[in-house]
């Protein structure tokens, strides 16, 4: 089952960690990953772009509308995600509660849903 480890964290938070102190926590990362790789578990892992260039687009009426956002209130965003493929959700709990970044945020786990889990 493939799940996706959605990495929380705040601005706050993460601009009072000192520069040597992300250098490690980015180390610590970058082995828990490549253990993860190793044993055929990571599928992969993307940081994603800062919540001010984020965008929504729907279609109304048949045509495309973008606009900026969404913007919640909450100090908390999406930094980065993982998405593992592993026999169960205890694994996937044990992965996330190893990743450092789970010490500096909260790390939401989600399974994936794919064609194959769907009855059509």
Known sequence: MK???LIYGNSEAWSS????????????TDAHNRE????GELVGAWGVGEPV??????VEDGERVVTDGPFLET?????????VDVD????????AA???SARLGGIEVKPLVTEADLDL
Do not use: C, H, Q
């Not at 520069?19 to 180390?27: H, V």
């Not at 993860?36 to 044993?39: D, M």
């Not at 100090?75 to 998405?83: A, H, N, V």
């Open 88 to 95: 169960s959700l205890g694994r996937a709990l044990e992965i």
């Open 36 to 39: 993860l790789f190793e044993s």
């Open 75 to 83: 100090k908390e965003y999406l930094g980065s995600f993982t998405i």
């Open 98 to 100: 190893a990743n450092p």
């Open 3 to 5: 799940y996706m480890l």
């Open 53 to 58: 260039d984020t965008k929504v687009v729907r």
């Open 17 to 28: 960690i000192p520069p040597d102190e992300w250098r490690r926590i980015l180390d610590e």
